[in-house]
């Protein structure tokens, strides 16, 4: 979209006005933007090397008037691209993070998703040693996506393990207890135990030890997630990614600690890029250059 409000300076900025910015107050003001019509997280993208034009997107409200469909593009249509229904209280969903895998997940402004009736393509199976209770295998991709579309299941008592590898147990609990998204971290919240943390990314950058920020938006209280120097190659591979700018407007989950720095800022610590997933939204005017 052509237009998107900054609650930093009050102003409706034009993209290409917002473009020709200075540089530092255009990374400041990136991470405070919101859709001047139903003020939802919104980003900025820069004139990429392929020449699309600077462009704002939003994560808009169901009933504004700029929103569109998304559809995951690159995906199986029975994989995890479609809504999915709620899960039964007292499920239990595995995630074995030794398989993570990345690969991009571009999402494209195109016709709606076919209607409900689909169902995602979790499989299940039965844990050994506990008689005939099932669970239902996720990856942190399929996670990602459920707390984004549902707020039904981030405040849900869905029992959730997630395995380090095939016999140990890295974080396991409710999903409303080991799940955080950027906006409602508490103090609390730092100590040594690993927990999932969720957001968008307003922008993203390298610093010169090597270590990839991703950086939230004002509205959730600035979060960053630093990936480590060692792994930093390697979350960028994994996920297909030649620009870190086109990780603005991203999700993002992570399994970490977080610290908070002594403006209150928290910083999410990510040491494995088994333990992070992107998902990302590309807009649909672009669609016909690329
Ligand atoms: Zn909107």
Known sequence: MQYALC????????????????????????????????????????ESSHGHPAHFCAHHRED????VEYVVINEPRNGTNIAEGELQSGD?????????????????????????????????????????????HFTLRRILLRLVQSPT????????????NERDVLISGQVRDIVASFADITREMQSDQL??????????????DGKIWLNSSASNQETSVSIFEDVADEFLSAFGITDLDEL???????AGRVHFTSTGKPVIW???????????????GLQALL
């Open 153 to 164: 299941f981030r405040q849900s008592d869905t029992q959730i393990v997630f395995y380090k």
């Open 270 to 284: 990510c040491g494995s890029s088994k333990y992070i997933v992107v998902r990302r939204y590309r807009a649909a």
């Open 7 to 46: 609650t930093a300076d009050g102003t409706v900025w034009e993209s290409s006005n917002f473009a020709s910015l200075p540089a530092d107050q255009l990374e400041t003001k990136r991470k405070s933007l919101v859709c001047s019509q139903c003020s939802e997280f919104a980003w900025f993208r820069k």
């Open 248 to 254: 603005a407007g991203a999700h993002v989950l992570v």
């Open 64 to 67: 504004c008037d700029l929103r």
């Open 92 to 136: 239990l969903i595995i995630v074995r993070l030794d398989q993570e895998q990345g690969s991009q997940i571009d999402v494209t402004e195109v016709q709606p998703p076919p209607g409900p009736g689909a169902t995602g393509g979790g499989r299940t199976f039965i844990l050994r040693n506990q008689g005939q209770e099932s669970a239902q």
């Open 195 to 208: 927990l999932l943390y969720w957001g968008p990314i307003a922008s993203a950058g390298r610093t010169p």
